[in-house]
């Protein structure tokens, strides 16, 4: 089972960037899509971004497209979620995903199986 550690939330302004890592205990992280999820109060866990295994290609929920940025170091097997031009409804709990043991394809965000403990970001307006 792998584990996957997140770092970099907090609170910022309307406006501003924050950029969270994930680290992964997995062997062979290079061979596995990434993703970020996130959950808001109230609200059900949606997903961010994901991004395929070697970094060559990036998916994006409408609603954080052209303002977040979805990276991978496979040497260091860490994920990372650059974001800017934050709004306040972009505050929640964000959570970096990976699929369960084996599972190489990447079929969407039904994909991802195993979370994190999550970070907190909270945008003030």
């Known amino acids: 089972q792998v584990q996957l550690v997140e770092s970099g939330g907090g609170l910022v302004q309307t406006g501003g960037s924050l950029r969270l890592s994930c680290t992964a205990s997995r062997r062979a992280f290079n061979l596995y899509a990434m993703g970020w999820f996130r959950q808001a109060p109230g609200k059900e866990r949606e997903f961010v971004a994901a991004?395929?295994?070697?970094?060559?290609?990036?998916y994006y929920a409408n609603s954080v497209k052209g303002r977040f940025t979805i990276s991978r170091d496979n040497a260091k097997n860490t994920l990372y979620l650059q974001m800017n031009s934050l709004k306040p409804e972009d505050t929640a709990v964000y959570y970096c995903?990976?699929?369960?043991?084996?599972?190489?394809?990447?079929?969407?965000?039904?994909?991802?199986?195993?979370w994190g403990q999550g970070t907190q970001v909270t945008v003030s307006s």
């Open positions: 995903a990976a699929p369960s043991e084996g599972s190489y394809v990447y079929s969407g965000p039904q994909t991802f199986r195993t």
């Open positions: 991004i395929m295994r070697n970094g060559d290609s990036t």
